[in-house]
Structures are given as structure tokens and as C-alpha cells.
């Protein structure tokens, strides 16, 4: 793969519709329980990061969903990628955006996170407008599905861009290759 772009793959029908349903409404449950769920000042926004500020133990009635699409995407990652050593899982999260939120532009192996080399993004839903996320340096703008799962490296500047009606519903998920610095347990 010669093209930055070619490293950006989307694969549809990454989950199922009725493992969406449940994500969907476990989220909408529990969103405002401060025990499973950060809420964002002044904006619609919620997020539950797993292992970062929350543990997988705290979403037990989901943690069978978490772990089969976390393996899923590291398998499907390293099919793509024909990566033969070992990934290690990094993080989930369960994010949703609503109006006028966004996401500025940023790569998730950031300063204190250069070990994380793989990032995806499954999409729970698409009945929103806006929320597309953006490569900036590419310039390119992906328009998510519904159930899809995009991937690319992690070392990619992105943005998500502002969500102008409706809420976005998706998990990220991150992986590395460095065994000591995988910190997400599904135990």
C-alpha cells in the first residue's frame, strides 16, 4: 500500500443489528449514571472510557458485546493489515455526540499514548447529520454506516466534525502492540 488513504478501510455490516439495539439502549440507560458514564459540560455529550475513567466491570450487562467486537476488530485489523505478531487491547469507549459537539483534529498516539498503533471506530447508528469524521492531513472525509467498522493508523490526524442534528452513537477502540502497555481487561 502506497497511498496514506489506502490504510483507511471501512467494513460494513461489522455488527449485528440486534447487538446495535442493545448497545443502543444500555447507552441511553445509563448515560446519566456518574458511576458508568462522564458527561460533558454544557453540551450533549457522553462518554464511558474504558479502562481510562472506567471499567469494564462497571458495564457488566455488556461486557459479552464489548469483548466480542474488541476481538473482532483486532482480528479484522490484523487480517488487513497482515500484522503477524501479537495486538494487545488498549481501550473502548461508548461515545455519543449530539448537537453542536465535535471532536478537533488530533491522532490517538498522541504524547504519553506513542504505543498505541491501531485505531477504529464502530458505528452504532446513522440517522444523524453531521459527525463525519475527518482526515485532515489526507483530506479526506468519511460519511460513517450504520454497523460499519472504519480503521486506520493510529498515527493519522483526524477530526470528528460537528454534529448538526441528532446524536452519534460509537464505540472507538484502540490497540497496541506493546504487551506492557495493554491495560484494558475483559476478566
Not at 467486537?69 to 494487545?88: A, G, M, N, Q, R
Request: glycine share 4%; hydrophobic share 35%; aromatic share 12%.
Amino acid at each position: 500500500m502506497s497511498n496514506p488513504l489506502d490504510y483507511v478501510k471501512e467494513f460494513e455490516n461489522f455488527i449485528a443489528p440486534d447487538d446495535i439495539k442493545r448497545l443502543v439502549d444500555y447507552i441511553n440507560a445509563n448515560k446519566d449514571d456518574r458511576t458508568k458514564f462522564r458527561k460533558a459540560l454544557r453540551k450533549d455529550r457522553w462518554d464511558s472510557e474504558v479502562p481510562e475513567m472506567f471499567q469494564i466491570s462497571q458495564h457488566l450487562e455488556i461486557k459479552d458485546i464489548l469483548k466480542k467486537l474488541y476481538e473482532k476488530f483486532v482480528s479484522t485489523s490484523k487480517d488487513f493489515y497482515k500484522i503477524e505478531e501479537d495486538i494487545y487491547p488498549y481501550a473502548i469507549w461508548m461515545a455519543v455526540l449530539g448537537p453542536t459537539c465535535s471532536l478537533v483534529p488530533h491522532q490517538d498516539n498522541h504524547k504519553d499514548a506513542e504505543y498505541i498503533n491501531l485505531s477504529g471506530v464502530i458505528y452504532l447508528n446513522d440517522n444523524y447529520r453531521g459527525g463525519e469524521l475527518h482526515f485532515t492531513v489526507l483530506n479526506h472525509t468519511h460519511i460513517p454506516k450504520a454497523g460499519s467498522l472504519i480503521i486506520f493508523p493510529s498515527n493519522y490526524v483526524h477530526e470528528i466534525k460537528e454534529v448538526v442534528s441528532g446524536y452519534r452513537y460509537a464505540l472507538p477502540v484502540w490497540a497496541t502492540k506493546n504487551k506492557e502497555k495493554s491495560v484494558l481487561r475483559f476478566e
